[in-house]
């Protein structure tokens, strides 16, 4: 009976001993999931973010040069540089060492503190310090030439600190006063630029990014060479454009217009770009395809520009190849196979197509049509607003339909040989002359003779101090009759080349139809004699006949 107790008693004491096992286990599994170590250290920073409250009572506020990926600068950041201007000026602030960039006046400069530098400022009684460093980027080992050089360069910053106390006021109202006073600075120093993609010697291994000069350009309007209604056409549409934000809103398209100038050169088109820039008072982007190497770097430079810009392809018809790009790979694949036909030549030939498309991919851009394309009207061309797109072609029909339809260059202007009312303009403007008695002669000329407003301007132009407007509308009509003397000595070269064509076609006519005529007789005789054979060999059969029959 003891046995069986002290049996019972153990087993008893086994499941009591699993069961708290169990129990323990379970707990513990539970406690692990409470994450009791996450659960001290929250409550470990916290006592030390309120200890360094109650030691360092400082908040701050950075304020990062690029924004969105350093995708483009931070119009946040180019704000607050241009607020502290004035800040930095003042004997006040502190600041001992200065960076200085040319200002619209050419006698002054724009001051701007240097990194590691600290300025003071006061806002309603609120007492506000901005710092400005810089940190080295980031080495990621992503590909850094994806964002060119913005992703290789140092990351500048500008660090506002002010008092805990001071909160709502330095953020809800002191950082949209910096953003505002910042604006009206930009909008007063202001300098106009011209941007080229050019840079960094301008090889494959540069980084293409934007650099720029001070856009000075003097044409206008006013000075243009153009027709009068022609002129204020544009001028209208320019106007119309710059004032349409909301309409473009309303219509859900990007706020952005095209304009396709062609004609043959020397009729005005980059002036005529000179002249939009400064009547619309934008900035000006040229791009030189050749040396944007992937349609993901043309997209790139695209993002870094800004608004108020007119982004301009001179000569696009021969900056790049956009429309022959099937027919050269068709024609390769058809000397490859002409190549594979013999065998003795196949090895050499794959070779030297290998080689020669290697030095292509080194040396030409690999821009497509299709980048154009969306450069102009893609997803990415909504990024930012109020951007003007021109192309300039020579020759107009040489371009992919796509490439220039309505939508993508919505107005087309052709820049034509110069009339007579624009020249009337450049006399005006160059020799201070609205009549003289040789007008009808250069107008009778200018109806016959083709001549580009940059050549007749030359030749109103005095070369010395004793020519006057007599000598120089004499230099001109005397220039008009000589390129007359020239179209007209051309036009009768044409004439005879083409005479000589249609009579030596007629001579081939005329020999083709008497050798026919020879032929034709020759077969009339042969048929005749064919004709005559059977009628003998019939008349032969009959008497064989006949003496058969006897």
């Not at 007359?484 to 009579?503: I, R, V």
Request: glycine letters at 8%; one cysteine or more.
């Amino acid at each position: 009976m003891e046995s069986a107790s002290s049996l019972w008693s153990g087993v008893n004491s086994g499941i009591v001993l699993s069961l708290l096992a169990v129990v323990w286990t379970m707990l513990w599994q539970g406690i692990q999931g409470l994450q009791l170590q996450n659960l001290f250290s929250r409550h470990s920073r916290r006592l030390s973010r309120r200890l360094a409250a109650t030691l360092d009572p400082y908040l701050t506020v950075t304020i990062a040069e690029y924004d969105g990926g350093r995708m483009r600068p931070s119009d946040a950041y180019k704000e607050a540089q241009a607020y502290l201007q004035r800040a930095t000026r003042g004997a006040g602030g502190g600041v001992r060492h200065l960076k200085a960039e040319p200002d619209r006046d050419p006698d002054r400069l724009v001051l701007s503190m240097d990194d590691n530098e600290e300025v003071a400022d006061e806002f309603r009684g609120a007492a506000v310090w901005w710092i400005a460093y810089t940190s080295a980027p980031r080495d990621d080992g992503g590909p850094g030439y994806f964002w060119g050089r913005a992703s290789r360069a140092e990351r500048r910053f500008y660090r506002l600190a002010f008092l805990e106390r001071d909160r709502d006021l330095v953020l809800g109202e002191y950082l949209p006063h910096v953003r505002r006073q910042g604006r009206a600075v930009m909008v007063m120093n202001r300098q106009r630029k011209l941007f080229t993609n050019i840079s960094g010697g301008g090889g494959w291994d540069s980084d293409g990014s934007w650099s720029h000069v001070v856009f000075e350009h003097p044409k206008t309007f006013a000075t243009l060479a153009m027709d009068p209604a022609k002129k204020k056409e544009i001028m209208d549409d320019l106007d119309a454009f710059r004032g349409a934000k909301d309409y473009y809103a309303r219509v859900g398209k990007a706020w952005k217009r095209g304009y396709l100038l062609y004609g043959p050169p020397g009729t005005g088109k980059s002036t005529m770009i000179a002249a939009m820039a400064n009547h619309l008072d934008y900035d000006v982007y040229d791009i030189e395809l050749t040396s944007v190497r992937t349609n993901t770097d043309l997209r790139r430079l695209f993002i870094e520009t800004t608004s108020k810009s007119i982004i301009v392809i001179e000569d696009i018809d021969c900056s790049l190849d956009l429309t022959g790009k099937r027919k050269k790979k068709k024609k390769k694949a058809e000397d490859a196979d002409g190549a594979s036909k013999d065998g003795e030549k196949k090895d050499g030939a794959a070779a030297a197509a290998k080689a020669e498309e290697k030095v292509e991919e080194k040396s030409t851009s690999k821009v497509t049509l299709s980048g154009v394309l969306n450069f102009i009207d893609g997803l990415w061309s909504a990024c930012g607003g109020e951007r003007i797109i021109v192309f300039t072609t020579n020759h107009v029909e040489k371009l992919d339909p796509a490439l220039i339809r309505r939508g993508r260059m919505d107005k087309h202007i052709e820049m034509s040989y110069c009339c007579f009312e624009s020249f009337r303009f450049l006399a005006k403007v160059y020799l201070d002359v609205e009549a003289h008695e040789m007008f009808d002669d250069v107008a009778a000329l200018l109806r016959e003779v083709e001549m580009t407003p940059a050549d007749v301007a030359e030749n109103l132009t005095p070369k010395g101090p004793g020519e006057d407007a007599d000598t120089c509308l004499a230099a001109l009509v005397e220039a008009l009759q000589k390129a007359k003397e020239k179209a007209m000595a051309k036009k009768a070269k044409e004439e005879a080349a083409a005479a000589k064509k249609k009579a030596k076609r007629k001579a081939k006519e005329e020999a083709a139809k008497e050798t026919g005529g020879k032929a034709a007789e020759e077969a009339k005789e042969a048929g005749e004699k064919a004709v005559e054979e059977a009628a003998s060999e019939a008349d032969e059969d009959d008497e064989e006949e006949e003496d058969d029959d006897e």
